[in-house]
T-cell receptor, first 114, second 111 residues
Framework: EPEVTQTPSHQVTQMGQEVILRCVPI?????FYWYRQILGQKVEFLVS????????KSEIFDDQFSVERPDGSNFTLKIRSTKLEDSAMYFC????????????FGPGTRLTVT | DQQVKQNSPSLSVQEGRISILNCDYT??????FLWYKKYPAEGPTFLIS?????DKNEDGRFTVFLNKSAKHLSLHIVPSQPGDSAVYFC??????????FGKGTRLSVIA
């Protein structure tokens, strides 16, 4: 069964450093998403991406964040200068369409900023 | 601003009995609702969904009920199995908007 994959599973970085989180969405999906979950809190939407551009982003997704689909398979989230409060689980998701379509999630990357 | 609320942080059920997980929402524009299951150190796994034009959707042991007038949905698992022990998230969306998640309910199925 096709699945969303994410690398690395755990990333430790120092405050102020740049990190890139990688995702390979399900191959026939057209819509891609990043969510995050801070420990003990709910899963929160960051950004959605379609047709090589951002379709929607939340207030969390400020200028420190960027997304890219550098080739036909990868979807990346970059945090330019990490802060302590960026420590969270980051989940990538993809869906065939928008509207009443399920989003399928990857296993997540645990980002720890020290 | 909690648009999707799961008021029970945890639930314990005996194996073989019914598990009922509840979810309330405040945004009347939501038209698609989903349940996800999450094990520790894994991503949310899609379980079942329901469109606002329906009031029930069933898939094997899982049934989701939607009461639009009460802005309430529930997930029924019957019979419950130990492998169902996980955190269950309710999520909702309106048209093309992103998913809005509840805080989750931790289900423990006791053998």
């Amino acid at each position: 069964e096709p699945e969303v994959t994410q690398t690395p599973s755990h990333q430790v970085t120092q405050m102020g450093q740049e990190v890139i989180l990688r995702c390979v969405p399900i191959s026939n999906h057209l819509y891609f998403y990043w969510y995050r979950q801070i420990l003990g809190q709910k899963v929160e939407f960051l950004v959605s991406f379609y047709n090589n551009e951002i379709s929607e982003k939340s207030e969390i997704f400020d200028d420190q964040f960027s997304v890219e689909r550098p080739d036909g398979s990868n979807f990346t989230l970059k945090i330019r200068s990490t802060k302590l409060e960026d420590s969270a689980m980051y989940f990538c998701a993809s869906s065939e369409g928008t509207g009443p379509y399920e989003q399928y999630f990857g296993p997540g990357t645990r980002l720890t900023v020290t | 601003d909690q648009q999707v609320k799961q008021n029970s942080p945890s639930l314990s059920v005996q194996e073989g009995r019914i598990s009922i997980l509840n979810c309330d929402y405040t945004n009347s524009m939501f038209d698609y609702f989903l349940w996800y299951k999450k094990y520790p150190a894994e991503g949310p796994t899609f379980l079942i969904s329901i469109s606002s034009i329906k009031d029930k959707n069933e898939d094997g042991r899982f049934t989701v009920f939607l009461n639009k007038s009460a802005k309430h949905l529930s997930l029924h698992i019957v019979p419950s199995q130990p492998g169902d022990s996980a955190v269950y998230f309710c999520a909702a969306k309106s048209g093309n908007t992103p998913l809005v998640f509840g805080k989750g309910t931790r289900l423990s199925v006791i053998a």
